[in-house]
């Protein structure tokens, strides 16, 4: 899984598995939060995503704002580059070998 746009992908592994787990009904959810003090936070399913690959995919363009929920919350989808750059992800990481799944999970 290289990025087509120069820019190392942050956890290549970890970036995957966000990916694969983004579909139109689940979005990430950007949480602002300057007003309490703390920093912008990213959850997937509940679960937080690192702010790096949050960053990083919406640098890129492969997820883009859809909505905001009733608590002001921002939806993010995968766009159409970020759905050709997941299923790229998904076969990429399918043709490597045990152990080079592994160095990609310990080496990032």
């Known amino acids: ?4 746009r120069g ?3 942050p956890a290549r ?13 689940e979005p990430i959810m950007m949480l602002p939060g300057d007003e309490d003090g703390y920093g912008t ?3 997937l399913s509940g679960q937080q995503v690192q702010p790096a690959i949050a960053s990083y995919l919406m ?18 989808t995968l766009t159409p580059a970020g759905l ?6 998904i076969r990429w990481w399918s043709e490597l070998s045990f152990l080079g799944k592994l160095k990609v999970i310990i080496l990032g």
Do not use: C, H
């Open 1 to 4: 899984m290289n990025s087509d």
């Open 7 to 9: 820019t190392p992908i």
């Open 13 to 25: 592994a970890e970036t995957l598995k966000v990916l694969r787990l983004m579909s139109r009904r």
């Open 41 to 43: 936070r990213w959850t």
């Open 59 to 76: 640098a890129q363009g492969f997820i883009a704002e859809t909505g905001r929920t009733d608590f002001g919350a921002r939806k993010l």
């Open 84 to 89: 050709r750059f997941r299923e790229n992800g």
